[in-house]
């Protein structure tokens, strides 16, 4: 007599990763804030698609598109450094190195699930990935 596993237990005989819905990350420079202190080590939550639609209701992307990201990364940083909070004008006031980083990340956690990129390298074109989250720029 021949067994076949059906789907209950194919599910019980795996083991599943519990969903990550917040990732770390560090800035390449840092927000600056009123006192002077500079703020690297932060986390981003996944968006959800309130994240993206309400930001299409503000004023500010309405006159300007380009603003949706800054809004979009407001919402979904959860933390940065030691601040209080994050909103837009956190993001608003970051330097543009940073709010490229930011934006890619976004895209990576959220369209691929995690926060691995593959790369290139530029000299012998061998592709590997890196980790984005939490390193250094230039390190793995």
Known sequence: MRREG???????????EPLRTE???ELPRG?????????????M?????????LPLRDIRVREN???LSVVLLG?????LGTLPSVHDGTVENMFASDLAFLQDFYRQINAEGHTRAAVA??????SFEVELAGSRLGES
């Open 75 to 79: 919402r979904v940083i959860t933390r």
């Open 121 to 126: 390298c530029p000299h012998c074109e061998e």
């Open 65 to 67: 598109p380009a603003y």
């Open 6 to 16: 059906g789907a209950a237990e194919t599910q019980r005989g795996r083991q599943h």
């Open 23 to 25: 990732f770390e990350f």
């Open 31 to 43: 927000f600056v804030d009123e006192a002077g202190t500079v703020h690297r080590h932060g986390a």
């Open 45 to 53: 939550r996944l968006a959800t698609a309130r994240d993206e639609l």
